[in-house]
């Protein structure tokens, strides 16, 4: 297990994006609240959602007075290379779980338990599958409330795979999920809670910035910024479906010759899967120079990622599972058309024709991108709709009332 250190963040500027009523919420529930020691655990601390969440409401929540902490925990080649099967399986591919694969997952979550002996915290929140089995091993003297976040798609789960997981799940005081599609096998968990994943809109991904300097940016990676550009930002993964979005450019291009895609995706540590993937994604583009493939080894971080998502005509996700899909958030904030997958988070957050579209098929998805393309006017429409729906719903200050709520009602059950 490893503290992870945040930058530091200043709660007051982030009072506007928040209504009256919901301040004075927040501070009363911050009173009640400022002596808890919280605890947030995860596998990562770059890469993917969870990482870029915490990176965020950790520091704001403790500027707000809470007491919070967050760890990583300590795993290796073979750990990750379980949890990412226990991910895909979770999300409903098949295959079996073995003995060994068991003896690995529990042998990483007892030693990072064991590291956390001692630790006494009122609230302690474990992200996703990897480190869920800690609870197995908590110290007797640790009497706080636990909850387990799942912020992948369970709709259709692996059932040996979710089952096993199970067991551990309902040990717990209380379970987040994003969406009530995803506990269609989890009816007798205690105290279900839907909170959706959120962004920060003053972090260097998300803060607003000029279209001249965007397009600066994204011209220093090749990008001809007087022609259309898509863009999709994902880990290279089989369920954003990196090689669905060539398809998607390749039948684009046929009809609009000077589109050109720009496929981003940063190398998460816990994701081993992601360099064959992201192989694959380049002997599949081949050597059209239209296509971009770039992560965060070439120099890509947050600022250059706002940079796309602000500068490209259309943002794509086409996810083919999707627990949420922040990147989807991000685009829409930034006022910029978002195709996405008809899946998941990504149901929640694009309503079909006023946000963004939602799209089942490769070919779907061309006609859309093609549809936008040609009608900036509808582009526009769709820019207004999408900026409110994530200021009403997927702001930052809105997930931590959400969290503090939780603590409130689970102190008063
Ligand atoms: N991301 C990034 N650089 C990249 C690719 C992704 O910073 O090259 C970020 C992206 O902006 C988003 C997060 O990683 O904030 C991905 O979260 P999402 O929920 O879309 O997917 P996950 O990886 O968690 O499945």
């Given at each position: 297990?490893?503290?992870?250190?945040?930058?530091?963040?200043?709660?007051?500027?982030?009072?506007?994006?928040?209504?009256?009523?919901?301040?004075?919420?927040?501070?009363?529930?911050?009173?009640?609240?400022?002596?808890?020691?919280?605890?947030?655990?995860?596998?990562?601390?770059?890469?993917?959602?969870?990482?870029?969440?915490?990176?965020?409401?950790?520091?704001?929540?403790?500027?707000?007075?809470?007491?919070?902490?967050?760890?990583?925990?300590?795993?290796?080649?073979e750990f990750y290379?379980?949890?990412?099967?226990?991910?895909?399986?979770?999300?409903?591919?098949?295959?079996?779980?073995?003995?060994?694969?068991?003896?690995?997952?529990?042998?990483y979550n007892r030693l990072?338990?064991?590291?956390?002996?001692?630790?006494?915290?009122?609230?302690?929140?474990?992200?996703?599958?990897?480190?869920?089995?800690?609870?197995?091993?908590?110290?007797?003297?640790?009497?706080?409330?636990?909850?387990?976040?799942?912020h992948i798609d369970t709709s259709t789960p692996n059932l040996q795979y979710w089952k096993f997981l199970y067991n551990y799940i309902v040990k717990y005081d209380a379970a987040i999920f994003t969406m009530e599609d995803f506990v269609k096998e989890g009816l007798h968990l205690n105290n279900i809670h839907f909170i959706t994943p959120c962004i920060d809109p003053l972090s260097l991904k998300n803060v607003p910035l000029e279209m001249e300097e965007a397009k600066e940016i994204i011209s220093k990676f090749g990008i001809d910024i007087n022609r259309p550009l898509i863009t999709q930002i994902s880990r290279f993964d089989p369920w954003k479906d990196p090689l669905g979005v060539l398809e998607v450019y390749k039948i684009v291009r046929k009809e609009f010759p000077s589109v050109q895609l720009a496929l981003l995706g940063s190398m998460a540590s816990d994701d081993p899967e992601g360099w064959e993937y992201l192989y694959r994604t380049l002997r599949r583009a081949g050597e059209d120079y239209d296509i971009k493939i770039i992560t965060n080894f070439n120099g890509i971080s947050n600022k250059e990622v706002n940079a796309f998502q602000t500068a490209s005509d259309i943002v794509i996700q086409k996810s083919i599972k999707e627990g949420f899909g922040l990147t989807v958030a991000e685009a829409l904030w930034k006022g910029t058309p978002v195709i996405g997958g008809n899946t998941g988070g990504i149901k929640l957050q694009i309503e079909d024709g006023v946000t963004g579209y939602l799209v089942d098929t490769v070919e779907e998805c061309a006609r859309k991108v093609l549809r936008l393309l040609r009608n900036l006017s509808i582009a526009e429409e769709m820019e207004k709709a999408g900026r409110e729906k994530v200021q009403k719903e997927y702001l930052i200050t809105n997930k931590i009332l959400n969290y503090l709520r939780l603590f409130n009602k689970m102190c008063d059950s």
């Open positions: 297990m490893k503290l992870v250190n945040v930058a530091k963040k200043s709660y007051k500027d982030y009072l506007c994006f928040m209504s009256e009523k919901d301040k004075k919420e927040l501070y009363f529930l911050i009173e009640k609240f400022k002596d808890k020691k919280i605890a947030m655990v995860n596998a990562t601390e770059f890469g993917g959602g969870v990482a870029e969440i915490l990176h965020s409401l950790v520091p704001l929540m403790n500027d707000l007075g809470l007491k919070i902490d967050w760890w990583k925990m300590y795993g290796e080649e290379n379980v949890t990412k099967a226990f991910h895909n399986r979770l999300q409903g591919e098949e295959g079996d779980l073995n003995e060994r694969d068991i003896e690995v997952y529990l042998k990072n338990a064991m590291e956390m002996q001692g630790c006494d915290y009122d609230f302690m929140i474990i992200h996703d599958p990897q480190p869920a089995a800690i609870i197995e091993y908590r110290s007797i003297e640790n009497k706080g409330k636990w909850i387990w976040r799942c």
